[in-house]
């Protein structure tokens, strides 16, 4: 009965021995699989705060493109206005004092001082470009607070 017994025995070492081996296995793949559940966990924040900032920026590029729609058709408004004659582009102008002639002189068409129709366009273009030159620093400037220095 010796031999039986120390079969049991062996037998109930290998088999300690292999539980041992097979919970270090289970041990290490467990620690593997938190580890990649908390980097999912991260990866999944890390792409909601991309998703939130893209709308954010979708909503600042939305708010700042009709704000230049706006101050184009105000100008173009303006302009159209101007052309029809409904509006009048204020000039402040002095005129040049011109010595009185001896005889008397007769102005036959002494008009207001004006712009010209080439001066007029480039007053509007003018505008124009101002105009979008502030809405697109004002854009620069607000993504740069929200989302660069964020």
């Known amino acids: 009965m010796k031999p039986l017994t120390s079969f049991m025995l062996a037998a109930f070492t290998l088999l300690i021995a292999i539980s041992w081996w097979f919970h270090q296995r289970y041990a290490v793949q467990k620690q593997r699989a938190e580890s990649a559940i908390q980097q999912l966990a991260q990866q999944k924040n890390a792409l909601q705060n991309l998703v939130l900032r893209q709308q954010a920026l979708a909503e ?53 001082p004006g712009l ?26 607000e993504y740069i607070r929200n989302q660069c220095l964020n």
Do not use: M
């Not at 582009?89 to 036959?108: E, G, I, M, N, Y």
């Open 60 to 112: 600042l590029d939305t708010h700042y493109s009709e704000e230049l729609t706006h101050a184009r058709l105000t100008i173009e408004n303006l302009q159209r206005d101007v052309a029809a004659g409904t509006q009048r582009l204020r000039v402040s102008a002095t005129c040049k004092t011109v010595p009185a002639p001896t005889a008397t002189a007769r102005l036959d068409d002494g008009a207001a």
């Open 116 to 141: 010209t129709d080439a001066a007029q366009r480039d007053y509007f273009l003018l505008r124009e470009r101002i105009e979008t030159s502030n809405k697109q620093l004002a854009g620069l400037q």
